[in-house]
């Protein structure tokens, strides 16, 4: 899927997005910042090297557990899939 976002910021050359990466509740809240902001830093890393301008990334951030999609807080059982869910990384355009 990052392979087709390059190619619409190839077909859009004044597209800017910010890049947000989530993880689920399981772990420790400090590895889960951590991990997620690694996340967001490799997919910016990534875009960059298939030849996308560093400034049309206004940010890549990692939220950790703080974005959860679901009740997967940790304070009720949740299946994989439910924990699944919140493990994402989200694209989110700023200009076009």
């Given amino acids: 899927e990052l392979d ?10 004044t597209m800017v997005i910010k890049i947000e990466s989530h993880t689920d509740s399981r772990g420790k809240a400090v590895y889960n910042k951590y991990l997620s902001d690694r996340r967001a830093k490799s997919t910016r890393d990534y875009i960059i ?40 990384s989200e694209f989110i355009i700023v200009n076009m």
């Fill in 4 to 13: 087709r976002l390059v190619a619409v910021m190839k077909e859009n050359p």
């Fill in 49 to 88: 090297s298939k030849g996308i301008d560093p400034k049309r990334i206004e940010s890549a951030i990692g939220y950790g557990e703080e974005r959860l999609l679901n009740g997967c807080d940790g304070s009720i059982r949740c299946t994989s899939d439910q924990h699944q869910l919140n493990r994402r």
